[in-house]
Nanobody
Framework: QVQLVESGGGSVQAGGSLRLSCTKS????????IGWFRQAPGKEREGVAT???????MYADSVKGRFTLSQDNAKNTAYLQMISLKPEDTAVYYC???????????????????WGQGTQVTVSS
C-alpha cells in the first residue's frame, strides 16, 4: 500500500512559479513510474509529466520547457517545478504512481494504481 500526499499548490500571478511536492509513504514498494496529472474545471484530467525509476522524464507539449519533474529517493518525494505559469495551468494537480511497471511513454491513467488527493494551483492573469 502506498500513500501519496501532494503539497505546494497555491495562487500565483501569470509568469510566476510554484513547486509541487508528492511525498510517498515510506514503503518497500517498487515505484516504476511517477506521474503528474491535472484537471481543470469542466475538463477531463490530463497528463502533465512522468518520471520513471531511472529518472527518465516525459512532458506534455503544453508544459515542455516550463515544468521540470525530479525525484529525491532519500526523501521519498517527487517535485514538479513549474515556472512561467499561465492562467491555463489552473487546475487540481494529482500525483500518481505505478508500482508494477516503468513509465509506458504515455499518460494512460489506468497504468497508475495509487493516487494522491490533489492540490489546487490557480494562476491569475
Amino acid at each position: 500500500q502506498v500513500q501519496l500526499v501532494e503539497s505546494g499548490g497555491g495562487s500565483v500571478q501569470a509568469g510566476g512559479s510554484l513547486r509541487l511536492s508528492c511525498t510517498k509513504s515510506a514503503s518497500t514498494e517498487y515505484i516504476g513510474c511517477i506521474g503528474w496529472f491535472r484537471q481543470a474545471p469542466g475538463k477531463e484530467r490530463e497528463g502533465v509529466a512522468t518520471i520513471d525509476s531511472d529518472g527518465v522524464t516525459m512532458y506534455a507539449d503544453s508544459v515542455k520547457g516550463r515544468f521540470t519533474l525530479s525525484q529525491d529517493n532519500a526523501k521519498n518525494t517527487a517535485y514538479l517545478q513549474m515556472i512561467s505559469l499561465k492562467p491555463e495551468d489552473t487546475a487540481v494537480y494529482y500525483c500518481a504512481v505505478d508500482t508494477e511497471w516503468r513509465c509506458s511513454g504515455g499518460f494512460e491513467e489506468y497504468d497508475y494504481n495509487y493516487w494522491g488527493q490533489g492540490t489546487q494551483v490557480t494562476v491569475s492573469s
